[in-house]
């Protein structure tokens, strides 16, 4: 079983972070995006990862390599974003006819990874939602096999989303099929999709089971990615860092707290994730990311979401800004 794990997209609903940061390593709940994906699967025993890179695909390299250096990593540049299938078929001759789980880099899903991974059939993982039409819809029949799937269809006949997780046994016909929606133009909203490909696998007699995750966070803008954020910081409980200065400090749990961060006269919580090596001043911090080696003098902050190496002075509510920002909002002073 190898995973295969496209991060190749340039995550543009998240920017201004995205100009300097991967999607895949925006940080949450005092990990990454990514290496929530990565931890996961390899609890479940997968050694083999496959990752497709694209934009910014170096940092993804370095990170996995530093992170991960016991796993078995292949990294595939997808220099031209054609979609899903077009990623997918890049990966052909790492994966040979190895089974493979696909894991979307921004699909955070809690669901049992080994039981997927050992049932017979190849599976489909899908969540009730209430307006299914911005996404990839899996039709089931009374036997509870998957009879198809449509991307982002205008009518619905069904309301259980793909999350963005697939496993796949038949993976010969798999490449067959990327390759022949690919010769034949068919795309989806200009894209060669993947599940298009999944389409052509069922009605050629490849039988899909569907298997419904618990949880689905989404990751994919700034305020799902605080309430993801929220919600993973009080599932792992928090987690805070040795070597920490906290001189007349609040701390309301439950928070994250990187390795050698230094925090005065502040109150930070609930549901704060701050990176490492930050530095906080008479700051009062609640439902926020914060990135490593920040700065935040005499500020509030609500529902925000900072970069990394960010300054900011004076006194705000919300705000969303990248890397390598140096912001005054006045009414504060140095220190």
């Known amino acids: 079983m190898k995973a295969i794990i496209p991060v190749a997209g340039a995550g ?3 920017r201004p972070h995205t100009y300097t940061q991967p999607k895949a390593l925006i940080p949450l709940a005092g990990k990454t995006i990514l290496s929530i994906i990565i931890d996961q699967l390899k609890d479940a025993g997968i050694n083999d990862f496959v990752f497709i890179i694209g934009y910014l695909g170096e940092k993804i390299q370095d990170y996995v390599k530093e992170k991960y250096p016991q796993l078995n990593c292949h990294f595939v540049l997808q220099n031209e974003r054609h979609g899903t299938g077009h990623a997918i078929n890049l990966t052909k001759e790492i994966i040979g006819d190895d089974e493979i789980l696909v894991v979307l880099g921004d699909t955070i899903a809690e669901y049992d990874v080994k039981e997927v991974i050992g049932t017979a059939y190849s599976m489909l993982g899908v969540k009730k939602v209430d307006d299914p039409r911005n996404f990839g819809v899996a ?58 490909a999944l389409e052509c696998m069922i009605q050629n007699g490849v039988r899909f089971k569907p298997f419904k995750v618990q949880n689905w966070f989404d990751c994919g803008k700034k305020d799902t990615l605080l309430e993801s954020n929220a ?27 990187g390795e050698g961060c230094d925090i005065k006269n502040s ?9 490492e090596y930050s530095k906080l001043n008479h700051a009062i911090i609640k439902d926020s990311i914060i990135g490593s080696y920040s700065n935040l003098f005499e ?37």
């Open 231 to 257: 919600t993973l910081l009080k599932k792992f409980g928090g987690n805070i860092e040795e070597n920490h200065s906290f001189e007349n400090t609040i701390i309301i749990p439950p928070v994250s707290i």
């Open 12 to 14: 543009t609903k998240l």
């Open 267 to 275: 109150v930070v919580g609930p549901n704060v994730a701050i990176g």
């Open 139 to 196: 039709e089931i029949d009374e036997d509870g096999f998957i009879s198809r799937v449509v991307e982002k269809p205008a009518i619905p006949k069904s309301n259980m989303a793909l999350v963005g997780v697939y496993k796949i046994k038949e993976t010969s016909f798999l490449f067959s099929c990327i390759q022949k929606i690919i010769a034949a133009g068919i795309k989806s909203y200009d894209e060669f999709n993947l599940t298009d």
């Open 299 to 335: 500020i509030v902050l609500n529902t925000s979401l900072i970069g990394s190496d960010a300054e900011v002075r004076g006194v705000s509510r919300s705000l969303n800004i990248g890397d390598n920002t140096a912001i005054d909002l006045g009414g504060g002073t140095k220190s």
